[in-house]
């Protein structure tokens, strides 16, 4: 996070500079000011603070994590719109031009809070079902047509309580899939905090069954209590296992890569993977990067999610160079597919979302 919180404090004080020092009025009033655009800025630092260990802090209750969130987006906002009419201002100034700068602060600091809380409201809404067709070779006629269902980085917490939670049960069962896989990121918070958010999966049901596998948040929040709870609502959790679904076609799971920071089973494709061979393999695991693990295993088609699609368009660019050059859509090399959801819901951390909706995919194999 040190960057991050590098590039919040700089992009703090060039709003206090060019936006909060030339307002005509007293350090009564810009003072204030100062301090809102600091806390706002520093976020994860105070957030951390005052809830608990983790950077994003779950336990911190859910209007004021939603409240922060949108006041530090809005801060990254109203940094760029500010450049942007710096960067047109100078010229206009050395030509002798001159613009009242308050009025425009003003109306590009409504403009960033007003993007901060539409990023907010999209990040609240409820996922699109989208099908994807999905071309693996060497399907048998027994799987083409086949309907799986994904979900993904669901974060159960403050905020993603048990009636959005059912929102995104009642959309997948829709969308009548044969299959269901969840890959990770089910909740933000212990089990006793926020598990009762997640009660609704318990209704998700498909002819082949509903696996799932763990994501990194879980081993912030205590895989081992939390693997037994969700196996208790009816989810199969592959951890290096693999199931037949139909005849030549697998569906192979494996735990997120942070098991490898815990004496927890780490991810093991050997495992996961035995007694595949020469068959369709479809492998579930969070990361998308866990594709570089491969080391000439032959896995058709891999489901990951962990990006959130990278939340905001032009951040995506940033997100997709921490996830091995995935993170949203379709990816193929070596005649290995890669599909990576943009996710169900949202994380506290980063409540957000502009021009990177929420989904539920729906890949339909052929």
Not at 307 to 315: I, Q, S
Not at 329 to 358: C, H, I, M, Q
Request: hydrophobic share 45%; proline share 5%.
């Amino acid at each position: 996070m040190f960057p991050v919180n590098v590039f919040s404090g700089l992009a703090a004080l060039y709003i206090i500079i060019r936006a909060i020092f030339p307002i005509s009025a007293g350090w009564l009033v810009k003072i204030p000011l100062i301090i809102l655009v600091m806390a706002a800025a520093m976020k994860f630092q105070i957030i951390h603070l005052i809830g608990g260990p983790q950077f994003f802090a779950p336990k911190v209750p859910g209007l004021v994590t939603a409240v922060s969130g949108v006041l530090y987006i809005s801060v990254y906002i109203l940094f760029f719109l500010l450049v942007i009419k710096d960067l047109v201002y100078l010229p206009c100034f050395l030509f002798g031009l001159r613009f009242s700068q308050g009025y425009i602060n003003a109306i590009l600091t409504a403009a960033a809070l007003g993007i901060g809380l539409l990023g907010l409201y999209n990040a609240l809404k409820a996922p699109a079902v989208k099908e994807y067709p999905t071309k693996i070779e060497g399907l048998s006629e027994e799987a083409r047509g086949l309907r799986i269902a994904v979900l993904a980085d669901i974060h159960a917490d403050k905020i993603t309580r048990e009636k959005a939670v059912k929102k995104i049960v009642d959309l997948t069962l829709a969308a009548n899939p044969d299959l269901i896989v969840i890959s990770g990121d089910f909740a933000d918070g212990e089990v006793e905090e926020v598990g009762q958010g997640l009660t609704p999966l318990k209704n998700l049901k498909a002819p082949l069954g509903v696996y799932a596998v763990s994501g990194n948040h879980e081993y912030y929040n205590g895989w081992k209590e939390w693997k037994p709870y969700l196996e208790s609502l009816g989810l199969n959790i592959l951890e290096n296992q693999n199931v037949k679904l139909k005849e030549g076609l697998f569906l192979a799971g494996v735990p997120d890569l942070n098991a490898g920071r815990t004496d927890l089973p780490r991810p093991d494709l050997n495992t996961a993977l035995k007694g595949t061979e020469g068959s369709i393999v479809i492998l579930l695991a969070h990361q998308p990067n866990m594709n570089r693990f491969y080391y000439g295993r032959h896995i058709d088609l891999q489901i990951s999610g962990h990006t959130h699609g990278g939340m905001v368009k032009g951040l995506d660019k940033l997100v997709e160079r921490f996830n091995g050059g995935a993170v949203s859509g379709f990816y193929e090399k070596d005649g290995s597919k890669l599909f990576v959801t943009n996710g169900a819901s949202l994380w506290n951390g980063f409540p957000t979302r502009l021009g990177v909706p929420s989904e539920i995919p729906i890949l339909i194999l052929e």
